[in-house]
């Protein structure tokens, strides 16, 4: 009695004066199953035991014993000792469980794990703390409506390898990831991306990014104009820009990092687990990044995070013949055809060749385009131009004949030709004619 009066709790004692009630006749059997929650069958097997067994009846035989699915000692410091290696470092009882599970084969829930690393000191609680209320924005219902595009700088790498950057396109609809990593975050780095995602699943219909320079041309002003003064000036598409309005692609500016909050939150998680799993496996290269990524954490992300959309329509949409990825994903500019048929392109010369001179192409515009594989083609009109560098003339330099030596003539300081002149003392006018032999003009004497 005493034991089964130490193990009891206070719902056990309200079970046991229910129990009582119906023992003592003063309730039905069928009101103490409503009042117990349990089914009549379950009451009278109870009543049995109260009979047998007293008051510990309402008391389950197995609490206070050790569990028999109980994990052995053994296992747990095994755990204890792996999580507890600087390759561990920081993970959380989550990430612990799985990897335990995965690379060591040690099954243990996240919450028995957790267990065993706040003993261990390798894991600290946290508090919950009380959020601002926040209203979150619908998904879009269908797959492809709108992939929101971002690029995170992080030491992905932990200091092992080259400074990496993280191009990430996720679907609003579905939570779909598609990323690289990139050793700049440029535009033709972004291009090379953007071609990916769209062999892999079409022609989404807009893209959500930031205001960065690469989707944007901001305008310039000066600093003493107030830009809420002035109308705003419809600026030049950017590279990125161009090249979603040819592929027919929506572009929407996002005004703060709160509104494209899912790949922002995808940053934060990569951050974390991402860090720690390449850390893991030892990667210290952009091409081991890539394949990790690939074939590691897109795939765990596809599994656990993606989502079904509420609409099972895909809005994405086929490239068609009249869409060229090479030409629209490449640097763009316009020149000039010069009456000898060539143009310049970053300090070279180049010339059409001449059996692809037709009528009107002298003076005209044509567009230039740099591809990502660094080739370069030349578009008039609907009609590409072969193309050959040619070497630029030099311009004659005029030749500077050398001066004959001992020419130069020196510099006097001072000339003495009208030393001791005096001009009092010095003869008129009339008598230097005179002396000079000279007949004087009437008038003059």
């Given at each position: 009695?005493?034991e089964g009066?130490l193990?009891?709790?206070?719902?056990?004692r309200?079970?046991?004066v229910?129990?009582?009630?119906a023992?003592k006749?003063?309730i039905?059997?069928?009101?103490a199953?409503?009042?117990l929650g349990v089914?009549?069958r379950?009451?009278?097997?109870?009543?049995?035991?109260l009979?047998?067994?007293g008051d510990?009846?309402?008391v389950?035989?197995?609490?206070g014993?050790?569990?028999k699915r109980r994990?052995?000692?053994r296992?747990?410091?095994?755990a204890?000792?792996?999580?507890?290696a600087?390759?561990?470092e920081?993970?959380?009882p989550t990430?612990?469980?799985?990897?335990?599970r995965k690379?060591?084969?040690?099954?243990?829930?996240?919450e028995?794990?957790?267990q065993w690393m706040?003993?261990a000191?390798?894991?600290?609680g946290?508090k919950?703390?009380?959020?601002?209320v926040h209203?979150?924005?619908?998904?879009?219902?269908?797959f492809g409506?709108?992939?929101?595009?971002?690029?995170?700088?992080?030491?992905?790498l932990?200091?092992?390898?080259e400074k990496l950057?993280?191009?990430a396109m996720?679907d609003?609809a579905t939570?779909?990831?598609f990323a690289?990593?990139?050793r700049?975050?440029?535009t033709?780095?972004n291009?090379r991306l953007?071609?990916e995602?769209?062999e892999n699943?079409?022609?989404p219909?807009?893209?959500?990014t930031?205001?960065a320079?690469?989707?944007?041309?901001t305008?310039?002003?000066?600093?003493d104009e107030?830009g809420?003064e002035?109308?705003?000036?419809e600026?030049p598409?950017?590279?990125?820009?161009r090249a979603?309005?040819?592929?027919?692609?929506t572009?929407?500016?996002a005004h703060?990092?709160?509104?494209?909050?899912?790949?922002e939150r995808?940053?934060?998680?990569?951050?974390?687990?991402?860090?720690k799993?390449?850390?893991?496996?030892?990667v210290?290269t952009i091409e081991?990044?890539?394949?990790?990524?690939?074939?590691d954490?897109l795939v765990?992300?596809?599994?656990?995070?993606?989502?079904e959309?509420?609409n099972p329509?895909d809005a994405?949409?086929?490239?068609?013949?009249?869409?060229d990825?090479?030409?629209?994903l490449?640097h763009?500019?316009?020149r000039?055809?010069?009456?000898d048929?060539?143009?310049?392109w970053?300090?070279?010369?180049?010339?059409v060749?001449?059996h692809?001179?037709t009528?009107?192409l002298?003076g005209?515009?044509v567009?230039?385009?740099?591809r990502?594989?660094?080739?370069l083609a030349?578009?008039?009109g609907?009609r590409?131009?072969p193309?050959q560098?040619?070497?630029?003339?030099e311009?004659?330099?005029?030749?500077?004949?050398?001066?004959?030596?001992?020419t130069?003539r020196?510099?006097?300081r001072g000339s003495?030709w009208?030393?001791?002149?005096d001009?009092?003392?010095?003869p008129?006018?009339?008598?230097?004619?005179q002396?000079?032999g000279?007949?004087?003009?009437e008038?003059?004497?």
């Amino acid at each position: 009695m005493q034991e089964g009066q130490l193990l009891m709790t206070q719902a056990d004692r309200d079970r046991l004066v229910t129990l009582k009630k119906a023992k003592k006749r003063l309730i039905t059997q069928r009101e103490a199953a409503e009042e117990l929650g349990v089914s009549v069958r379950h009451v009278k097997r109870m009543l049995y035991r109260l009979k047998k067994q007293g008051d510990k009846a309402v008391v389950h035989g197995l609490r206070g014993k050790p569990s028999k699915r109980r994990i052995e000692e053994r296992i747990q410091q095994a755990a204890v000792k792996i999580l507890s290696a600087a390759v561990y470092e920081g993970f959380g009882p989550t990430l612990a469980s799985e990897y335990l599970r995965k690379r060591h084969g040690i099954k243990a829930s996240k919450e028995t794990v957790r267990q065993w690393m706040m003993r261990a000191k390798l894991w600290r609680g946290k508090k919950t703390k009380a959020k601002d209320v926040h209203t979150w924005r619908p998904r879009r219902s269908r797959f492809g409506e709108l992939v929101q595009w971002d690029t995170s700088e992080h030491d992905w790498l932990e200091g092992r390898g080259e400074k990496l950057y993280l191009i990430a396109m996720i679907d609003d609809a579905t939570s779909r990831l598609f990323a690289r990593f990139a050793r700049s975050d440029s535009t033709a780095e972004n291009m090379r991306l953007l071609w990916e995602y769209v062999e892999n699943f079409g022609r989404p219909v807009a893209f959500y990014t930031d205001k960065a320079s690469l989707f944007q041309t901001t305008e310039k002003r000066k600093r003493d104009e107030p830009g809420v003064e002035k109308d705003a000036v419809e600026m030049p598409p950017t590279q990125i820009g161009r090249a979603l309005r040819e592929l027919g692609i929506t572009w929407m500016a996002a005004h703060s990092p709160q509104a494209k909050g899912r790949v922002e939150r995808n940053f934060a998680t990569a951050q974390d687990r991402l860090v720690k799993g390449m850390r893991v496996a030892r990667v210290t290269t952009i091409e081991q990044a890539n394949e990790y990524l690939r074939n590691d954490y897109l795939v765990w992300w596809e599994r656990e995070l993606t989502v079904e959309a509420a609409n099972p329509d895909d809005a994405h949409r086929r490239l068609d013949k009249c869409h060229d990825l090479a030409a629209s994903l490449s640097h763009v500019e316009t020149r000039q055809v010069r009456p000898d048929y060539t143009l310049r392109w970053d300090g070279k010369l180049y010339e059409v060749l001449r059996h692809a001179i037709t009528p009107g192409l002298r003076g005209a515009k044509v567009r230039v385009e740099k591809r990502l594989d660094g080739t370069l083609a030349v578009r008039h009109g609907d009609r590409y131009l072969p193309m050959q560098e040619c070497a630029v003339a030099e311009k004659p330099q005029s030749k500077v004949l050398p001066k004959p030596k001992g020419t130069r003539r020196k510099r006097q300081r001072g000339s003495d030709w009208n030393k001791n002149f005096d001009l009092k003392s010095a003869p008129k006018v009339w008598q230097a004619a005179q002396l000079s032999g000279r007949r004087p003009e009437e008038g003059v004497g």
